[in-house]
């Protein structure tokens, strides 16, 4: 006899297992089928899912289980993801709680760390997979961070460095003074706060009681400042352009230059030039052939390039304590309450990044953006709903190169190998590495991969390459990936 209520927890975990052990989800079971593949985006080991995964997953379960009553032979690749700085944070903020730090354990004991986490969520993610009745193949269920994955991750590395596509550069980045690492620019989240902009007085060198006069919601970068920038057709400033102006505080002498950037209508018209810290006079400073004067610390205290009473500050004390020493020195001309937008952390949104000048590695990917871009033009790939397909293309065609590069410990160590000269050697391991240098003692650099490096490889590392297998010869490419809009540049178009 029936009860008279049905208790789904108390039958589903029975009838899912008998799937399981029937090997129901197994792939390869219909050599002679037609094959379908989807590639779960793996979640990353951070916590729980959320009731995104849930919706996400239902919707590739019911394509995997359409496709299997169609007769084809599906898998349905299951895995988890590293999650470079997001899960290093969760770990570091465990360890606070405990009073130890990262760096007091070192890379290796944290790293452990770190894998001890990776146990115990990575763990309940996929036994919520299974709560869930997702028809994945359990048997195949991967990690970015899987021995065969690192390998394909450093195969690809290695390739892409010797085509010439993999380089080191020095150029701003947005750079996460809390992490002291590099973010990528997607990673940033504007948000609107309230501030100040501050009126500053620069002498004119060589004219008693002459000044010109910038606006700047960021004081403590001035101690960086190399020109003052005037638009080219401002008559207010024409007779100046050629001149040298004081820099308040340093006694620096810096020049004024006329640049099509400083717009008249804008504050003054004269525009303070931080080519170190601010992305536009970035490309002005290489436009004019300005230095480069870094100010700040990796953890945003600032550095020995700016005048002792400053060294060490922080960014928030460094602020007041020259707004008001300009003022005490008569150089403050104005300050107006303005609400602006500043650059946060996307994950915390409580860290105000700064654009640093840095050594990172770049992947020029606009080459491999090409072959993307023809492959969604000529309908081999298709976005369902097609709307997306613009935004593809907008993101796709403006791409810019992708600094790769992270300031962490948890993630795919960089292969690239340093000998006492500083010659690189980039090798899939240390012994290949050590023979191109003819036995010299190496050292490995320090960074790791963005996360989404070793993501974009899921596809085909997670069925073996860069060995020939047959579920690599049979699955991939793969028939659908069912995904988030907001991850459609992250990890889709790579």
């Known amino acids: 006899m029936l009860d008279k209520t049905f208790s789904p927890k108390d039958v589903e975990g029975r009838i899912y297992a008998q799937w399981r052990e029937a090997g129901a989800f197994r792939a390869g079971n219909r050599p002679d089928a037609e094959p379908f593949a989807i590639m779960i985006p ?9 009731i995104g995964h849930a919706l996400n997953n239902t919707l590739q379960d019911i394509l995997a289980r359409f496709e299997r009553m169609r007769g084809k032979d599906v898998l349905w690749q299951p895995g988890t993801d590293h999650a470079g700085i997001a899960t290093q944070m969760i770990v570091e903020r465990q360890l606070a709680e405990r009073q130890m730090s990262r ?4 890379r290796e004991k944290f790293l452990a760390e770190i894998w001890k986490w990776k146990a115990e969520s990575g763990g309940a993610i ?13 048997s195949r269920e991967r990690f970015t961070m899987d021995e065969g994955l690192s390998r394909a991750v450093a195969k690809v590395f290695v390739e892409l460095y010797r085509q010439g596509l993999i380089y080191k550069d020095k150029r701003l980045v947005n750079w996460d003074p809390r992490l002291e690492t590099a973010v990528s620019d997607l990673e940033v989240e504007n948000i609107e706060i309230k501030g100040h902009l501050w009126h500053i007085r620069y002498p004119i060198e060589d004219m008693p009681g002459s000044f010109i006069t910038i606006a700047t919601t960021r004081p403590e970068t001035m101690l ?8 080219p057709d401002d008559a207010r400033y024409k007779a100046l352009v050629g001149k040298k102006a004081v820099l308040p505080l340093t006694g620096r002498l810096v020049p004024i230059i006329a640049d099509e950037h400083s717009d008249p209508e804008k504050g003054t018209g004269a525009v303070k030039i931080t080519p170190a810290h601010d992305f536009n006079d970035f490309e002005i400073g290489k436009r004019h052939n300005l230095a480069m004067i870094s100010i700040l610390n990796k953890d945003g205290t600032l550095n020995d390039q700016v005048p002792a009473p400053y060294r060490g500050l922080s960014r928030e004390a460094a602020r007041k304590k020259i707004v008001a020493d300009l003022d005490s020195a008569g150089l403050l001309a104005d300050t107006q309450s303005i609400t602006h937008s500043v650059p946060h952390d996307e994950k915390t949104k409580t860290v105000v990044l700064e654009p640093m000048l840095t050594e990172q590695w770049y992947l020029n990917v606009e080459p491999l953006a090409a072959k993307a871009i023809a492959s969604v033009e000529n309908g081999k790939t298709k976005f369902v709903p097609e709307n997306w397909t613009n935004v593809f293309f907008g993101w796709m065609r403006n791409i810019r190169p992708w600094c790769i590069s992270r300031q962490i410990w948890w993630g795919h160590q960089i292969p690239i190998w340093y000998d006492a000269d500083g010659k690189i050697y980039c090798a899939e391991t240390e012994a290949e590495a050590v023979a191109q240098a ?10 790791v991969l963005d996360t989404w490096f070793s993501s974009a490889l899921w596809p085909f590392s997670t069925l073996g390459w860069p ?28």
């Open 126 to 138: 996929i036994e919520q997979l299974h709560r869930l009745g997702a028809s994945a193949d359990w």
């Open 467 to 494: 060995d020939k297998t047959p579920e690599l010869a049979r699955f991939y490419p793969t028939s659908v990936l069912v995904t988030g809009f907001d991850i459609i540049f992250f990890w889709v178009a790579r």
């Open 224 to 231: 960086g400042d190399t020109a003052v920038a005037v638009h």
């Open 103 to 106: 760096v007091g354990l070192g």
């Open 42 to 50: 793996p979640p990353n080991i951070t916590g729980r899912l959320h």
């Open 438 to 447: 003819d036995g010299k003692a190496l050292t490995r650099d320090s960074d």
